[in-house]
């Protein structure tokens, strides 16, 4: 077949071409490690009809069944190289269990298990599978430079297959490399006669088939790992098999993700090239130690941990030679506020950075990335987010970006993601990973390679773990609410259902009893129905609240009573089943809640003026539950409250989750945002309605509180506050104390009190006694506002 040539047909359904003058297949052989063979491995051989070296960078050889089905594929190895004037190319393939002689040094290799007496075998400019299963779709595609169909073969050239391949035969071309485009004219049966392009012949070279450079089984390839790893975020050799790669291993991950690292001791000298790479041995354990230097042949990949994060670059389906034992390790590369850059990450017109060159000078990310699997470094850290169940912390390795009052790291607006944050992680199966709090330090050295992953972007997975110095956080406890002041909190006690344990129970009831110091008001978000998460169509929390109350008796508070309104069956989000919802817990021996019955799932409550003044229609009521805004989500709950006299309408909000939004790590940048779009809608409607309630009277008092999923530099706030109708109170504090969640080493404002104009004389705390502990009730602080009435203003 002509290289890249047009087909032209005959009358029968073969494919044909221009017969070649330079790249062909040459040798075809399958039986390799079957029953009777010598050799241990199939093969494919090309040579070189040409004058001049034919480069095969970016081809590969495909396999195909000699009578395919409608479920068969092409089967690909990617070629790398080129083949010179006369010489030949082995690829080395599937092998069996059979067989006592090595394929000498392969230039390329793949596993596909070819047939050893049917098939059809085609060079193509290209590494995409090919689509075609019949000889004459193959000879309309221009990417097939060459073809050999052997045995029974339904796709091949000319008047037929080739003929008599089996277990201890090959097909091959005569010495030539004749090419009429005729396979069963231009093969011949016989004893199979591998070549390499060194020449060499099973047993005149290094066997073993695990090559593609030639050279001895103990001296490195061509390609080091910097080849790998290139100036951008992907490998130009993805997909490649790459050939006794050398390097000195200076981690080993024995759990999870099974592999190792590899570093190359001499590095080159652009600092955008990593020098490490990850070494994925499947579900094999790793076998290599610390300090071994190896040699590695494998396929390099790109692997993605999620739809929209950055990648590992990776070698896997790895044979590894171990040269020696107990070897220094490369110096690791400091992490400290000089060498991380404080600009964050680039941005790309399409959406993509992968294929932007690394500027590691500029970009954290771009640093970080420059630094795969490296070693990495740092000393005396403080930790800005707390251990967590799966054996991880965060922390910073730049002291002063934007820390917060309590050791944390604020994230206060897009622009400010703090770049001097990295997580932490522990190689060391055998230790018991330590329990850290925000604002605890890592003291001393921790060490290992850099790594990456869906949750939380680059982390050190350590070889040496600095040691943990406990700083004392504690629980806060706000001070209790004056005789004249009604203190409304809200608080997301984290999915509480009736089954839980008595231990989750009295820790949350603790928080409001305790912490909150007994608030007259509590709006609690994700309170489950009375059996959780079993999907039976449960709807009712009656038993949930009734444990939660007992036990904030027990913890000295209240006896609270409630009010919320069931959801419709799984229509509210959260977890399946779950029927997650708010609810109002008050206390009857300082404020009174005003029942308007009749408010249901589906039942939108309204404000109407009456002789009496102000009110809702429905007390407990929702907002517009129907509107498509509140779709798979948590409907806001009003409730109309009287305290001393004075009439308070408060509103208790979960917005929709940022599920589905890009990271701030990811591969898309900037990352969209695309859970705002329905919290926009939500804060809209909340907005609407407290627009509503202002309208019928101007000095209504209302709070707006809850889980609204998003920050206070959110387009989600300035939706809520449009028209200066809600204050968002977490804006009244300090700036280091902004925030009530802990998310990737980030401190940041999720939970939200807001009121409107006229409530002008309060006191405002967020009270943190979870986000920053590795030890939580819940994974929010909860919050409260001290309003004193009598002292707000009417106009």
């Known amino acids: 077949m002509g290289a890249a040539g047009a087909f032209a047909f005959t009358a029968l359904p073969t494919a044909s071409a221009t017969p070649s003058a330079s790249a062909v297949i040459a040798e075809v052989y399958g039986g390799g490690g079957n029953s009777g063979a010598t050799l241990t491995r199939d093969f494919v051989e090309l040579g070189n009809a040409g004058s001049a070296a034919y480069d095969l960078s970016g081809y590969s050889v495909q396999y195909l069944p000699g009578t395919p089905s409608s479920g068969s594929t092409w089967q690909v190895t990617a070629l790398t190289g080129a083949i010179a004037p006369g010489a030949r190319y082995l690829v080395g393939e599937g092998t069996g269990s059979g067989g006592t002689t090595a394929l000498p040094t392969t230039d390329a290799t793949g596993s596909i298990a070819m047939s050893a007496t049917s098939g059809t075998i085609a060079l193509v400019s290209g590494t995409t599978a090919l689509t075609c299963k019949t000889a004459a779709d193959c000879a309309a595609d221009p990417s097939i430079v060459d073809l050999t169909g052997y045995g029974t073969a339904v796709v091949r050239e000319g008047s037929g297959p080739a003929t008599g391949a089996s277990n ?6 005569a010495d030539s490399l004749a090419d009429t485009d005729d396979n069963a004219a231009d093969f011949t049966a016989g004893t199979p006669t591998p070549v390499n392009s060194a020449g060499q012949t099973p047993g005149s070279g290094d066997g073993g088939g695990d090559g593609g450079d030639g050279g001895s089984p103990t001296d490195p390839g061509t390609v080091r790992v910097h080849d790998i790893q290139g100036t951008t975020r992907l490998s130009p050799y993805s997909g490649q098999t790459v050939t006794r790669v050398p390097g000195i291993v200076t981690g080993v991950r024995s759990s999870g993700s099974l592999g190792y690292w590899i570093q190359d001791p001499t590095p080159d000298t652009d600092p955008r090239t990593s020098e490490a790479v990850f070494v994925y041995t499947g579900s094999t ?5 610390v300090g071994d230097s190896v040699l590695v042949t494998g396929k390099v990949s790109e692997y993605y941990p999620s739809s929209t994060s950055q990648s590992n670059t990776e070698i896997g389906g790895p044979t590894t030679t171990v040269l020696s034992s107990g070897n220094a390790l490369p110096d ?3 992490l400290n506020a000089t060498s991380v850059p404080d600009a964050y990450i680039p941005t790309a017109s399409g959406g993509s950075i992968e294929s932007l060159p690394l500027q590691p000078a500029v970009y954290a990310q771009d640093f970080y990335e420059s630094l795969e699997g490296m070693r990495v470094t740092f000393a005396d850290a403080r930790v800005v987010g707390a251990s967590d169940a799966y054996g991880e912390l965060w922390v910073t390795v730049k002291p002063n970006e934007n820390a917060t009052a309590r050791g944390g790291t604020l994230y206060s607006s897009y622009d400010q993601p703090n770049t001097g944050r990295i997580e932490v992680m522990s190689l060391d199966t055998t230790s018991t990973f330590p329990a850290a709090n925000v604002g605890d330090e890592l003291s001393g050295t921790t060490t290992g390679p850099l790594d990456y992953s ?19 956080l504690k629980q806060e406890v706000t001070r209790r ?7 409304v909190a809200t608080y997301n006690v984290e999915n509480l259902d009736a089954l839980d344990t008595q231990e989750k129970f009295d820790r949350l009831a603790e928080g409001v009893a305790v912490n909150l110091n007994s608030p007259d008001i509590v709006a609690l978000e994700e309170i489950q129905d009375d059996n959780g998460a079993t999907n039976d169509g449960t709807v009712t929390a009656e038993g949930t609240l009734k444990r939660f109350t007992d036990a904030v008796r027990a913890a000295g508070g209240p006896a609270y009573k409630w009010r919320y309104i069931s959801p419709t069956n799984n229509a509210d989000g959260g977890e399946p089943g779950g029927n997650i919802r708010q609810v109002f817990l008050f206390n ?6 005003t029942d308007h019955k009749g408010g249901d799932a589906t039942t939108a409550t309204s404000v109407v003026k009456t002789r009496k003044g102000v009110e809702l229609t429905y007390s407990p009521g929702r907002i517009d539950p129907t509107n498509a805004a509140w779709e798979d989500s948590r409907k806001p709950l009003v409730g109309e409250f009287t305290f001393q006299g004075e009439q308070v309408f408060v509103i208790a909000n979960h917005f929709i989750s940022k599920g589905g939004d890009q990271p701030i790590h990811g591969r898309y940048q900037p990352p969209a945002r695309s859970s705002e779009t329905q919290r926009a809608a939500q804060a809209a409607e909340v907005n609407t309605f407290v627009k509503s309630l202002l309208a019928a009277d101007k000095n209504a008092k209302a709070v707006v509180l809850g889980d609204l999923n998003d920050y206070e530099f959110s387009q989600t706030v300035t939706t809520l506050t449009a028209d200066k109708v809600l204050k968002p109170l977490i804006t009244t504090l300090p700036a280091a104390e902004r925030y009530t969640y802990v998310y990737d080493g980030n401190s940041q404002t ?5 009121t409107s104009p006229a409530v002008t004389s309060f006191n405002y705390d967020v009270v943190h006694i979870n986000a920053e502990f590795a030890d939580q009730a819940s994974d929010h602080d909860p919050q409260i506002v001290r309003i004193d009435l009598s002292k707000c203003r009417r106009h």
Do not use: C, M, W
């Open 332 to 334: 690791a590369v400091a």
């Open 168 to 173: 201890t035969a090959a097909v091959a071309r």
């Open 454 to 472: 869906t949750y939380g972007g680059y982390n050190v997975q350590a070889t040496q773990l600095g040691t943990l110095v406990d700083k004392g």
């Open 285 to 289: 354990k790793p076998t290599v130690a």
């Open 750 to 754: 999720l939970d939200h009190i807001l």
């Open 588 to 593: 009857p021996k300082r404020v009174s809640f």
């Open 481 to 487: 609410q004056k005789k004249d002041e009604l203190a």
